[in-house]
């Protein structure tokens, strides 16, 4: 999903940061996905750890970021729903996972 990050205390999205950033997002990837693995693991429904999830991660926007910047995310992410991004993500994370 590409995120435009303009917002207030977030580090550029290119330049020398961008390293770093890279980084700390797939450092961030990993602890979420296994987090996801262990409440599926103990039998959590797929809505309520994808909704707890989404909520969490709509308070930490709401709490370090403008409104425009949050609706510039969220576009994002729906564009990459329409798109047929995201599940091309999936099935290639599947594939690579097997």
Not at 55 to 73: E, F, P, Y
């Amino acid at each position: 999903m590409t995120e435009n990050k303009a917002g207030e205390g977030q580090a550029p999205v290119s330049g020398a940061g961008t390293e770093q950033v890279s980084e700390e997002l797939t450092k961030c990837a990993m602890v979420v996905e296994h987090a996801i693995e262990h409440l599926l693991e103990e039998n959590h429904a797929p809505l309520a750890v994808a909704s707890a999830l989404l909520g969490g991660s709509l308070g930490l926007l709401a709490r370090t970021m403008d409104r425009d910047t949050i609706l510039k995310i969220l576009d994002s992410a729906v564009q990459s729903v329409r798109s047929g991004e995201l599940q091309q993500a999936e099935t290639a994370r599947r594939g690579g996972s097997a």
